[in-house]
């Protein structure tokens, strides 16, 4: 626990400092819009893209790129790993392979540039503690609290002076999206911890003390997670007593 904690908050940390890496914002769906897509020719996840080699490229092509796979993302031949806009001149070819080869892909993910698997891997550890072989539900409380730690520091303010400087101007990146940190990290515990009442009431404190903080999104997913880890505790519970203790805890979600 403690070493995916450290992987998890350095990966969180590095993100919130350079929230599109270095490069233009872009939205989460900019790249699906227009342009030429070049997809991967591997299948595997997206484990560190080489922005100094596609701003090279976008350069030397005269072209703006829209990176569409985040370190992380599954891709296979027929995924766009990034679109690229450009004026090409007649008779010309654009060589995406050149763009394509900023993309490192392996068989399985990384910490070091997928602040997501730090997350889902603390709720893998919980979720493992939870099955019925182990029923271990100090473990997943502990990683619970973890994980309030890990959104804290992710939605602590920063400094303008601190946050990287645009260096990678023809290359739009989108943000982490609060809601996907929130799905990696809590539904699987919602899921297989929703007939524990101790963990159940633990979830809700801790969605609760999210939902407080001063991040109008964060609080959005908060309350959004409460709502819904609620219903799975009430569709599986059979004491009414423990179904009032977790509707009490997740008071908070219904305004």
Request: charged content about 25%; proline content about 4%.
């Amino acid at each position: 626990m403690e070493k995916a904690e450290k992987a998890a908050g350095d990966a969180l940390n590095r993100r919130r400092h350079a929230p599109s890496l270095g490069a233009l914002t872009a939205s989460p769906h900019q790249a699906a819009h227009k342009g030429v897509h070049v997809c991967s020719s591997k299948v595997g996840y997206v484990q560190h893209i080489d922005l100094e080699t596609l701003q090279s490229c976008a350069e030397a092509h005269d072209c703006r790129v829209t990176v569409a796979a985040l370190p992380g993302t599954f891709v296979h031949t027929h995924f766009p790993l990034l679109s690229i806009v450009g004026d090409t001149q007649p008779g010309t070819t654009l060589e995406t392979e050149a763009f394509s080869s900023a993309f490192t892909i392996g068989s399985s993910r990384t910490f070091e540039d997928d602040p997501r698997f730090g997350l889902l891997a603390l709720s893998e550890i919980a979720d493992k503690a939870l099955s019925p072989g182990i029923n271990d539900p100090g473990t997943a409380i502990n990683v619970i609290g973890t994980l309030v730690r890990l959104f804290t520091l992710w939605q602590s303010p920063i400094d303008k002076d601190e946050l990287q400087a645009i260096t990678y101007d023809r290359i739009s990146v989108p943000e982490l999206v609060i809601d996907d940190l929130f799905d990696d990290a809590f539904t699987a515990i919602a899921r297989d911890g929703a007939g524990t009442i101790e963990v159940s009431i633990r979830l809700q404190k801790a969605l609760c003390a999210l939902a407080a903080a001063d991040d109008q999104a964060m609080a959005t997913a908060a309350k959004k997670h409460s709502r819904r880890a609620l219903a799975r505790s009430e569709s599986v519970m059979s004491l009414q007593d423990d179904i009032d203790a977790v509707r009490k805890t997740a008071e908070f979600s219904a305004v």
